[in-house]
C-alpha cells in the first residue's frame, strides 16, 4: 500500500480524497494555485506545494509541475480526482514515465474511451446497445446526408467531447451545416479535436449511469444505477441513486451492459458507463468516463462501498474483496449540487446538519470564490430508507443551507425538489426546458 499520495485537485473532492487517505494511514500532499493558497485543501493535507498561477493552464493543468511535486516530495501514487488532468491519457502516461502510480484506469484505455466516437465504435461491436449513429464525419455535406438517412431530429457530438461541449442538437435540414461548424469549432477550442459524429436524438430519454469498479485481477462489479437526468446546458443538477425510472429487471441488464462495456475495454479502477433510456426501459450507451464522478456518493450511500478508498487500494493492486452478489442497494439517496453564479466572498456560511446530511464543500466563512474555476460550490447530499424521506430531508437541508456573499442556486434546487415530476420520479433529460422557478 501507498505511504504518500499527491492530490492532483483542489476544492470538495481534494479534501474527499484527504480524508480517505487519513482513515488509511496514508500521508497526502495537496498542490494549489496561487488563488487557492488560502484554500481549505491546503490546510488539511501535510504537506502543500504551490504549482503556478490561478488559471488552470498555469497550476492544475501542467502536467510537468505536478509531477515534478510528487517526486519533490516523494508520493508514490497521483489521485486526480475529476476534471482537469483526471482524463487526461497523456498525464496518466507521463506518471507512469516517472514511476509515479496514477490512480485510475491505464493511460491507453482512457486514451480509447475519451474518443467517444472509438468507443461508441467498440461498444456496438461488443453487443452493448447503440442508438442509430455514425462514425466519424468528414465535414458538413457528410453530416447532411447522414441525417437523411437516419432521420431528425440528430445530435452532433464532439468525438473528443465531455461536459457538454461540442454538441448540438439539430431538428431541421437547413440547420445541419452551420450546427456541425459551429460545434466543431467548440470542441476544437475546448479539446484541442474538432472531428464530429451523429447520433439519432431520442426524447423524451433518461440519462441513467451505471458505476463500476474493476481490480487488476480480472474482477469487475458494478455498483447499482444513478438518475442524473436533470441537468442544465447538459450540466448535471441533480442524481440520485437508485433511479425511480428503472425497475429490477432493467437494472440487472444496465450493469449486465456496463460489465459487458469494461471488459470490452480492458478497464481497471472506478469508471461509469453512462446509457440513454427511454420510457419504455430501452437503454443505450452514451459514453464511458474513466474517472471518479462528481455524484459518487449517492453510490457510496446505497451500496455502504467507499469508492475512493476503493480506487486507491485497486492501484496498488489489491483485489476486489467482494462479488457482484454482495451488492444490494439500500434506501435511497440524493445529491444537489451547489453552484455559484458569480465569483465573490462567502461572508455567512452555515451547512445543515442531522443524521445522514453532509455538505462536500471546501467554503468556510470568508473564503474567497476565485473567478478561475468550476462554479460549483459544493454538494449537498442526503440518504434515508425510502425516497419519499431522502426528498423530505432534502428539501429541509436546502432550506437550512445558508451561504450568503455568493450568489448562488439554492432556491432553484429547492423548487425542483418540491415540483410533482421530481417527487413522482417521472421526470426526463427535458425537465429545465419546462421548469419555471418562482425567483
Not at 439519432?200 to 474493476?214: C, D, G, M, R, T
Amino acid at each position: 500500500m501507498f505511504t504518500k499520495i499527491l492530490i492532483a485537485n483542489r476544492g470538495e473532492i481534494a479534501i474527499r480524497i484527504i480524508r480517505a487517505c487519513k482513515e488509511m494511514g496514508i500521508a497526502t500532499v495537496a498542490v494549489y494555485s496561487q488563488a487557492d493558497k488560502d484554500s481549505l485543501h491546503t490546510a488539511l493535507a501535510d504537506q502543500a506545494v504551490c504549482v503556478g498561477g490561478p488559471r488552470p493552464e498555469e497550476s492544475y493543468l501542467n502536467s510537468q509541475r505536478i509531477v515534478s511535486a510528487a517526486l519533490a516530495t516523494g508520493a508514490q501514487a497521483i489521485h486526480p480526482g475529476y476534471g482537469f488532468l483526471s482524463e487526461n491519457a497523456q498525464f496518466a502516461a507521463l506518471c507512469k514515465q516517472y514511476g509515479i502510480v496514477f490512480i485510475g484506469p491505464p493511460a491507453q484505455v482512457i486514451g480509447e474511451m475519451g474518443d467517444k466516437e472509438a468507443a461508441r465504435r467498440l461498444m456496438k461491436q461488443s453487443g452493448v446497445p447503440t442508438t442509430p449513429g455514425t462514425d466519424v464525419l468528414p465535414d458538413a455535406e457528410a453530416a447532411v446526408q447522414a441525417a437523411k438517412e437516419i432521420g431528425y431530429p440528430v445530435m452532433l457530438k464532439a468525438s473528443a467531447g465531455g461536459g457538454g461541449k461540442g454538441i448540438r442538437i439539430v431538428e431541421r435540414p437547413e440547420d445541419l451545416e452551420r450546427a456541425f461548424r459551429t460545434a466543431s469549432a467548440e470542441a476544437k477550442n475546448a479539446f484541442g479535436d474538432g472531428r464530429m459524429y451523429m447520433e439519432k436524438y431520442l426524447n423524451p430519454v433518461k440519462h441513467i449511469e451505471v458505476q463500476l469498479l474493476a481490480d487488476q485481477h480480472g474482477h469487475t462489479v458494478c455498483l447499482g444505477e444513478r438518475e442524473c437526468s436533470i441537468q442544465r446546458n447538459n450540466q448535471k443538477l441533480i442524481e440520485e441513486s437508485p433511479s425511480p425510472g428503472v425497475s429490477g429487471e432493467v437494472r440487472a441488464r444496465l450493469m449486465e451492459a456496463a460489465a459487458k462495456a469494461a471488459k470490452a475495454a480492458n478497464y481497471v479502477n472506478a469508471g461509469t458507463v453512462e446509457f440513454l433510456m427511454d420510457s419504455a426501459g430501452n437503454f443505450y450507451f452514451m459514453e464511458m468516463n474513466t474517472r471518479l464522478q462528481v455524484e459518487h456518493p449517492v453510490t457510496e450511500l446505497v451500496t455502504g462501498v467507499d469508492i475512493v478508498k476503493w480506487q486507491i487500494r485497486i492501484a496498488a493492486g489489491v483485489p476486489l474483496d467482494f462479488t457482484q452478489a454482495d451488492i444490494h442497494l439500500q434506501g435511497a439517496a440524493i445529491e444537489c449540487r451547489i453552484n455559484a453564479t458569480n465569483a465573490s466572498r462567502v461572508e455567512f456560511f452555515h451547512p445543515p446538519g442531522g443524521p445522514w446530511v453532509r455538505f462536500d464543500t471546501c467554503l468556510y466563512q470568508g473564503c474567497d470564490i476565485p473567478p478561475y474555476y468550476d462554479s460549483m460550490l459544493g454538494k449537498l447530499i442526503v440518504y434515508s430508507s425510502t425516497r419519499e424521506e431522502a426528498i423530505r430531508k432534502m428539501q429541509s437541508a436546502l432550506c437550512e443551507l445558508v451561504i450568503d456573499g455568493a450568489a448562488n442556486n439554492i432556491e432553484d434546487q429547492i423548487e425542483i425538489v418540491r415540483d410533482r415530476r421530481f417527487r413522482a420520479g417521472d421526470y426526463y433529460t427535458d425537465f429545465m426546458k419546462f421548469f419555471r422557478p418562482k425567483s
